[in-house]
């Protein structure tokens, strides 16, 4: 799994854990390398099958799966302060991962999640029907203009039509990876909130209200699952925090980390 590390684990250093969404890469959380604390221990995969991390054909994709690979990983750095922050599916495998990490971490930040009931009494045991691949697995460059404006406020801009682009070749030719890895995610997509509860580590969530992929009314299923969640939401602001107010979201997260650090 290739991945980007910026400092060194030690006393005072926390180690927060970067996960990026679907068909996204560890470049999602540049802006935030910008802004969180230099002393940081900065780790940020690219999660198996995206960006220069390996895809295989006949890998499993589900949360639950790549919430083991990244233990694993995890477990080749020495440390006990761990933090967990994660952005759509990424926030789908830190809220499972958070559950299987001995020992725990001392804070799980999500932003806007996937694996999150809409409704208060869906089965979050059933099989999920999604048509959220119409948007997040482009056929064509119309497909991928549609993808990073939707991904905002659901708006065109000018940062959604520099990035569609920028990344758009890649998207093109990843579309059966894609729809493999979509495919498997959706196949138990309810799976994160099996493990959101009362053991859940410190959470923290952060949401757009703007969003059209994960909507806002998801956050009141935190009310009961979680009562003591710290729950922010920015107003104006589509699916990615991180990229549409990268300050506001990263000294969101740094205050939480410091508040729950070691």
Known sequence: MVFL?????G????????IHGFAAMKENWALWLQRLPRHWHLLVPDLPGFGESDYRPHACYRYETQARRLEQWLACFNTDD?????????GAIAAVLAHSLDPKPRSVTLLNS?????????????????DRDGILIPKDWKGVYRMFNSVGTG???VSGLAMAGLLGPDLLGRTDALRHIFSDMV????????YLGPDTPPLQVQWGDRDVITPTRCIDWFGSATPDAEIHVFRGVGHLPMLETPARSAATLERFVHRHGR
Do not use: C, F, Q, Y
């Open 5 to 9: 590390e910026r400092g060194a684990a």
């Open 114 to 130: 996937a694996g999150i009931p809409e409704h208060k009494d869906v089965d979050i045991h059933a099989p999920l029907r999604s």
């Open 82 to 90: 761990i933090h967990l922050a994660g952005s759509s599916m990424g």
């Open 155 to 157: 708006k065109p801009t």
């Open 11 to 18: 006393s005072g250093n926390p180690t927060v854990v970067l």
């Open 187 to 194: 196949a138990d997509a309810l799976a994160p909130a099996r």
